[in-house]
């Protein structure tokens, strides 16, 4: 095996190192201009936009191809894509629509809605756990369950 698949040269550990300083704080700082919304997980869109911007920064930290300042416009214009996103889809409903997935009612009163289900790929099995997570023991125990256009599932216990 050759050796440099551990170690190539210092000069490439200092361009980790300063390259990686430089563009964590450039990422902060747009990050801390554009507000709380650009990594939340209200949708599968905003999931998509912070694994991209993860996936950005890793490409500015291990390709000696990506430049900085490249590396930085690149973080900056996905931040701004998002941001032109969430700002047209809180103004136009239709846009919202396109964008984010409606919530799926998966269990009322305990009874599975099958059709629902099998749709959105969720197994009677994911939903009890769901369920257990927030303190029932059976399907039963719920008054709805809905599956969120994050992908999370809101569960309702009959009685609480």
């Known amino acids: 095996m050759d050796a440099s698949v551990f170690f190539q040269s210092w000069s ?3 361009r980790v190192v300063v390259v990686g300083v430089l563009a964590y704080a450039s990422l ?4 801390r201009l554009t ?3 650009t990594l939340s997980k209200l949708n599968a869109f905003d999931l998509i ?8 920064l890793s490409s500015i930290l291990v390709s000696e191809s ?6 930085v416009v690149a973080l900056g214009l996905l931040v701004l894509l ?5 700002w047209t889809t809180v103004r136009w409903p239709t846009l919202r629509d396109v964008v984010t997935a409606d919530p799926s009612l998966l269990l ?8 629902t289900l099998r749709r959105e790929r969720v197994s009677e099995s994911e939903v009890l756990q769901a369920i257990r997570d927030k303190g029932g023991q059976a399907l039963q125990d719920a008054e709805a369950v809905i599956l969120q256009s ?3 599932m809101a569960v309702i216990l009959k009685g609480g």
């Open 82 to 86: 998002q941001f032109a996103v969430t």
């Open 35 to 37: 507000g709380k919304r």
């Open 49 to 56: 936009v912070t694994v991209a911007l993860g996936s950005t």
């Open 66 to 71: 990506v430049a900085l300042v490249e590396g």
């Open 12 to 14: 490439g550990v200092l």
């Open 28 to 31: 902060i700082v747009v990050l």
């Open 150 to 152: 994050d992908g999370s």
């Open 108 to 115: 009322s009163d305990g009874a599975p809605c099958r059709r």
